[in-house]
Nanobody, 118 residues
């Protein structure tokens, strides 16, 4: 059974940092993108960042570019999202994802809540 389990969410003040982690079990995602999406209260889910299997290619939404960085450690089956200069509008449930197409991911975690206070 494939599982994507996120951790690292929590409450942080504006301007602060958090690092999210996602551990994958049940299969290896060779040649899959790994990524992060988020959904804020009352809003649609949106793409945050994605990374290729090799880790060479990364993609970040304009809203987080320069503040968030995605990375992965295939030996640990883990993908990370380093978040800095956090803003209240970054408050959301963050979901770890995997798929062939990072705009249409196939596998989803249950999410971890990030709350940024002003």
């Amino acid at each position: 059974q494939v599982q994507l389990v996120e951790s690292g969410g929590g409450l942080v003040q504006a301007g602060g940092s958090l690092r999210l982690a996602c551990v994958v079990s049940g299969r290896t995602f060779n040649n899959y993108y790994m990524g992060w999406y988020r959904q804020a209260p009352g809003k649609e889910r949106e793409f945050v960042a994605a990374i290729t299997w090799t880790g060479i290619g990364t993609y970040h939404a304009d809203s987080v570019k320069g503040r968030f960085t995605i990375s992965r450690d295939n030996a640990k089956n883990t993908v990370y999202l380093q978040m800095g200069s956090l803003k209240p509008e970054d408050t959301a449930v963050y979901y770890c994802t995997a798929g062939i197409n990072y705009r249409a991911m196939d596998y989803w975690g249950k999410g971890t809540l990030v709350t940024v206070s002003s």
